[in-house]
Structures are given as C-alpha cells and as structure tokens.
T-cell receptor, first 112, second 113 residues
Framework: GQNIDQPTEMTATEGAIVQINCTYQ??????LFWYQQHAGEAPTFLSY????GLEEKGRFSSFLSRSKGYSYLLLKELQMKDSASYLC?????????????FGQGTTLQVKP | DSGVTQTPKHLITATGQRVTLRCSPR?????VYWYQQSLDQGLQFLIQ???????AKGNILERFSAQQFPDLHSELNLSSLELGDSALYFC????????????FGPGTRLTVT
C-alpha cells in the first residue's frame, strides 16, 4: 500500500522561507508531485521529482530522497498569496497509470 | 484557467438520488481522472480513463461509475446518494497515460441533504 505524511498546518511570516516536509511509503515509486490548492479552488501543479536531488523553479524548490522516502517543498520570499494548502502526491510504478495518491495536505498561513 | 471544464459547479440533491457530473478535458488530452475531496479524507483518486478505456481504479464505491466517450469527455455517475458523498469532485486531464502533470478542472461541489 501507500502512505503519505505531511504536517497539517504551518505558519510563516511574509518575506521568510518555509519548508514543508513529506514522507511516503510506497510499493514501487514513479515520481513525487507537489500541488498548491487555495480554499475552494482546483489544485495547481508546482513541481515533480523522480530522481534524487533538488529541483528549483523560481521561488519554489522541491527536494527528493528516494532512499529515505522523503521530500520537501521550499518556499522562499513568502508572499501573502502563498497562503494555501500544499499537497504532496506519489505516483506508483505499477500498472503504467497516472494514478496519484495524495497526502492530507499542509495548510500554510502567511502572516504580515 | 487549466482548460478543463466541469459542469455543474454546484449540485444539491437528496439522499437516495442519482446525479451525473460532466468533464471535458483540455484539447488534445487523452487521459481523464476523477478525484473526490472531502474535509476528512483529503483528495482521493477514484478512476482514470485513457482514450475511452478504464486505466486505473482507486477506492471507488460500487454505487459510482464513470465512462469516457469517443469525443473524450467523461461523466461520473453517483447513485443511491448518501450524506457522506457530499464533497468536491474534481476532474483532471493529461496528454498520456503517465504524464508529467495533471491539469485540474474547477470542480463540482455536491451537497447531499
């Protein structure tokens, strides 16, 4: 089976840096995804890691360690609009499908 | 705007009823995915279709069924509705069966009373 854990809530200050962790257990691994979701809206894609290391995309970076079953999303220069839920998701290798298993999400509140 | 459309935006119905949710994928995308998001369960994968054929199934209840039509739009049918089926239902699409990114539609909010 698959299990994904991430903190339920985090708070950070505008302009600061925040790191959201995600640990996972999966039978067969074919990629880890981060999505952003504002309340009542659709999730939007942020990043994808399939190999170990850091992927940087503007203010957002994502890191993966497959041996540790661990990923983090790093948000720099926080803005008020970054207040949202951040969803970690894992894709399994079995079955050649696009099925994503999502964690419960981390609600980030950015304060002035 | 992801390019994925879903109708209706909101749906209120009674227990025991049946509803149909509709999704049109982005132009050119062959895969359609359905997800259910409730407050206590998070975002749960229901089912994937690729070019008209079922590709993967999640914990989809037997009361729920889906299909993808030749024009690639998809419908999710929910029957014998229960209060616990109240949730946001998202459709997503991607070009292939295993794609880099899934594009989510705006969702249908279903309320069962």
């Amino acid at each position: 089976g698959q299990n994904i854990d991430q903190p339920t809530e985090m708070t950070a200050t505008e302009g600061a840096i925040v790191q959201i962790n995600c640990t996972y257990q999966t039978s067969g691994f074919n990629g880890l995804f981060w999505y952003q979701q504002h309340a009542g809206e659709a999730p939007t894609f942020l990043s994808y890691n399939v190999l170990d290391g850091l992927e940087e995309k503007g203010r957002f970076s994502s890191f993966l360690s497959r041996s540790k079953g661990y990923s983090y999303l790093l948000l720099k220069e926080l803005q008020m609009k970054d207040s949202a839920s951040y969803l970690c998701a894992v894709r399994s290798r079995s079955g050649n499908t696009g099925k994503l298993i999502f964690g419960q999400g981390t609600t980030l509140q950015v304060k002035p | 705007d992801s390019g994925v459309t879903q109708t209706p935006k909101h749906l209120i119905t009674a227990t025991g009823q049946r509803v149909t949710l509709r999704c049109s994928p982005r132009s050119g995308d062959l895969s359609v995915y359905w997800y259910q998001q409730s407050l206590d369960q998070g975002l749960q994968f229901l089912i994937q279709y690729y070019n008209g054929e079922e590709r993967a199934k999640g914990n989809i209840l037997e009361r729920f069924s889906a299909q993808q039509f030749p024009d690639l739009h998809s419908e999710l049918n929910l029957s014998s509705l229960e209060l616990g089926d109240s949730a946001l239902y998202f459709c997503a699409s991607s070009p292939g069966t295993v794609s880099y990114e899934q594009y989510f539609g705006p969702g249908t909010r279903l309320t069962v009373t």
